[in-house]
């Protein structure tokens, strides 16, 4: 099976400024999905960003945007001029294509700091 | 677009009772649904996914007669906590997967999830 791994459980942020939470993941397949799903406190799983792994540009979305290194099986979010409302429990997911089943990780929890 | 809901949202049953949650995609055909556990401060544990009229497959460490899954519409997916135990409190969400939903053909969407406390 495959595996994604989050290894900040903790991060934090000053308001306004830019964070980057990082997500490694272990694969064989040549095409699959990305997807960052952001948890606020209400656990409402609400989708960040999606990727498709046979686009070589990087999926961007208002502030958030992501950096796909396919080679090194990376996928990290960057957040720009940060809001309190970013503040949250934020998953990395992967799918494969075709697929159904979708592999989280383990989540990194985001403060941000008035 | 593309909106899942759960009911109930919080949900205090007896040890020993069967409690039902339903999941509904309200604005598309979900021809796919899922059922994932929550532990506090921990990720999503997928425990079944279910095909429209179809039984359910279940995660390796799930039992299927405790946790009874029920797709029985495009738009309706339940799970039935059946004979509940203290160590089956937790929050549970189902989410729904759609070719037609909101432009995206491979996200899935999520319920806001049920909180499930057995005393």
């Known amino acids: 099976a495959q595996t994604v791994t989050q290894s900040q459980p903790e991060m934090s942020v000053q308001e306004a400024e830019t964070v980057t939470l990082s997500c490694t993941y272990d694969t064989s397949e040549s095409d699959y999905y990305l997807f960052w799903y952001k948890q606020p406190p209400s656990r409402q799983m609400i989708l960040v960003i999606r990727q498709e792994a046979y686009k070589q540009q990087n999926a961007t979305e208002n502030r958030f945007s992501v950096n796909f290194q396919k080679a090194a099986k990376s996928f990290s979010l960057k957040i720009s001029d940060s809001q309190l409302g970013d503040a949250a429990m934020y998953f990395c997911?992967?799918?494969?294509?075709?697929?159904?089943?979708?592999?989280f990780g383990t989540g990194t929890s985001l403060t941000v700091i008035p | 677009g593309a909106v899942v809901s759960q009911h109930p949202s919080r949900v205090i049953c007896k040890s020993g009772t069967s409690v039902k949650i339903e999941c509904r995609s309200l604005d598309f055909q979900a021809t796919t649904m899922f059922w994932y556990r929550q532990f506090p401060k921990q990720s999503l544990m997928l425990m079944a996914t279910s095909n429209e009229g179809s039984k359910a497959t279940y995660e390796q460490g799930v039992e299927k007669d405790k946790f009874l899954i029920n797709h029985a519409s495009l738009t309706l997916s339940t799970l039935t906590v059946t004979s509940a135990h203290p160590e089956d409190s937790s929050f549970y969400i189902c989410s729904a997967r759609s070719p037609l939903a909101g432009g995206y053909t491979d996200t899935q969407y999520f319920g806001p999830g049920t909180r499930l406390t057995v005393l």
């Open positions: 997911a992967y799918r494969s294509s075709p697929g159904n089943q979708f592999y």
